[in-house]
């Protein structure tokens, strides 16, 4: 959809809620568009704008232009609200105004808070594709967050079942059943071996020696 105007694209939120262009003016007006009258917001000038109103333009910009899913934009907004919810009580409040230390300061919060390396290092790519995001739209002029490491996850041991589970599970398949011949080769050959499920039943027989 394009401004007949200022020959902008018209933008148009999934939620149906607001909609807005890539103009240069500030404030709020309305279009219409085959006979039906849409509120377009558009955007001010480079760093004029608090952080938290560019969340909204940043989600329509995941659904539009990437694509991404009901469920992603979810998580981003949740990750980013907790995020610019911190840079305001720490007195940023436009995007220039934003720095590295700012988001290693963030990312240590969250870590004393107990929130799992996995989901810090999801939250710091959500605030690299933002910062992204307002230097693509000329709200701001470097990203911050592309100096930031990704927190380390921790590798855990794999689970593994002690000998007596073992056993039962072998037991189970007592019997002299095809069925039950069939399962307790396929048992005993997944624990001597270590084989993953899917190489077991695409073994085949002129590759068991």
């Known amino acids: ?3 007949r105007w200022c020959g902008s694209r018209v933008y148009e939120i999934i939620t149906g809620v607001k909609r807005f262009t890539r103009g240069y003016i500030g ?3 309305s279009l219409k568009f085959e006979n039906l009258q849409l509120p377009v917001y558009l955007r001010t000038e480079k760093g004029r704008k608090a952080l938290n109103d560019f969340l909204d333009l940043f ?3 995941l ?4 694509g991404l899913s009901a469920n992603t934009r979810e998580a981003y907004s949740r990750d980013l609200g907790r995020y610019l919810d911190f840079l305001e009580r ?3 409040g436009t995007p220039g105004s934003v720095t590295a230390t700012d988001i290693s300061a963030f990312l240590a919060w969250l870590k004393n808070e107990g929130i799992a390396p996995r989901s810090r290092a999801r939250c710091l790519s959500a605030i690299r594709m933002f910062h992204k ?3 693509i739209e000329n709200y701001a002029d470097s990203n911050p967050a592309a100096i930031i490491e990704a ?3 921790l590798h855990s041991l794999p689970e593994f079942l002690t000998a007596p589970e073992v056993d039962a599970l072998l037991g189970a398949c007592a019997g002299t059943s095809g069925e039950n011949l069939r399962d307790l080769a396929m048992l005993e050959l997944l624990y001597a071996t270590g084989l993953r499920v899917s190489e077991l039943v ?3 027989l002129r590759e068991v020696n």
């Open 1 to 3: 959809m394009v401004c």
């Open 27 to 29: 404030g709020t007006f």
């Open 59 to 61: 989600i329509s910009y």
């Open 63 to 66: 659904a539009v232009e990437k």
């Open 90 to 92: 720490a007195g940023r």
């Open 133 to 135: 995001f307002l230097m």
């Open 151 to 153: 927190p380390r996850t």
């Open 202 to 204: 695409n073994l085949k």
